[in-house]
């Protein structure tokens, strides 16, 4: 009986500290947490139950088709970081949605890292004040700089943003916490859910999420806020060791819907040191390894 009780007990501790976990953070910003331990990004979800309404919302996202990594090694593709600090100028910016953007000034430095394509997001920590500034669609007209939305977060807090509002990104979240980043991968573990997009979406958004962009009210489409996971049951056996981690992470935090995009692409930053041929290996798997998580008991802690 007492060797019951001892496992009982050592279980409940290991679920309390996957619960309080935190993500790693960036080389970087060594002294900066990426969100509170047990904010709901870094919260196990293998242990919640499965939505009832999965297998529709999966065909709805796209049952065939496959998971594809939206980052690379040579830059092409993938959200990119710049780690600014207190001595970086600070640049007003003028914004399109303003009446849902953080207006403040953003440490903005000469040669900003941009997302290429359309979205042309810049994602900048501050590694002193633990801030991340998030711009989406910027650009720089005749020295000064305009941009679709912005958001600021501290990085310590668990705070969301107000109901209705966008962020850098559709469903209003912080993009930063939710990509695949190399130096995650090269020590073995991805600690948190990661950001993948959908081709459509319903206008409507469930929680940590705070903004939709949906195209119809159908309760078949996936609402902005979404979290999925990797099915327990699909073999991890013969894949590379970079797609391996991402896997462990999608089976272990999933992976939240942000924005409208292409099905099943799974957001990243971009680095050299990605290996592409390994990172490929994920298009083997499709919407039918996936299941939707039922998050209604999830909140930050």
């Given at each position: 009986m007492r060797s019951v009780r001892t496992a009982v007990l050592v279980a409940a501790v290991a679920l309390a500290s996957a619960a309080a976990a935190a993500a790693a953070p960036l080389p970087g910003a060594p002294s900066c947490p990426v969100l509170p331990p047990g904010n709901v990004w870094n919260t196990p979800v293998d242990a919640l139950p499965r939505h009832p309404d999965s297998d529709r919302l999966v065909r709805s996202i796209g049952?065939?088709?496959?998971?594809?990594?939206?980052?690379?090694?040579?830059?092409?593709?993938?959200?990119?970081?710049?780690?600014?600090?207190?001595?970086?100028?600070?640049r007003a910016v003028r914004f399109t949605y303003a009446g849902e953007s953080d207006r403040v000034r953003y440490p903005i430095p000469?040669?900003?890292?941009?997302?290429?394509?359309?979205?042309?997001?810049i994602l900048m920590l501050d590694r002193d004040a633990c801030r991340l500034y998030e711009l989406f669609a910027a650009r720089r007209v005749a020295g000064r700089w305009t941009a679709g939305s912005g958001a600021v977060f501290d990085l310590r807090s668990n705070a969301l943003r107000p109901a209705g509002w966008t962020s850098a990104d559709a469903a209003g979240l912080p993009i930063l916490p939710g990509l695949a980043r190399y130096d995650e991968v090269?020590?073995?573990?991805i600690d948190h859910a990661l950001r993948f997009t959908a081709s459509r979406t319903r206008r409507s958004y469930v929680y940590p999420a705070r903004h939709q962009a949906g195209s119809s009210g159908d309760p078949a489409l996936p609402p902005m806020g979404l979290r999925v996971r990797l099915r327990a049951s699909v073999p991890l056996d013969g894949f590379g060791p970079q797609s391996r981690v991402v896997l462990r992470a999608l089976r272990t935090y999933g992976m939240i819907l942000a924005d409208n995009g292409s099905p099943w692409y799974v957001s990243g930053a971009p680095d050299p040191r990605w290996d592409d041929d390994d990172l490929h290996d994920l298009g083997r798997l499709t919407g039918a390894d996936f299941e939707v998580v039922d998050t209604r008991t999830l909140r930050n802690r």
């Open positions: 049952l065939g088709d496959a998971l594809h990594p939206d980052f690379s090694d040579a830059g092409r593709y993938g959200i990119p970081i710049t780690v600014v600090g207190r001595a970086t100028p600070r000469v040669r900003p890292r941009i997302e290429r394509g359309s979205d042309r997001h090269a020590r073995g573990v």
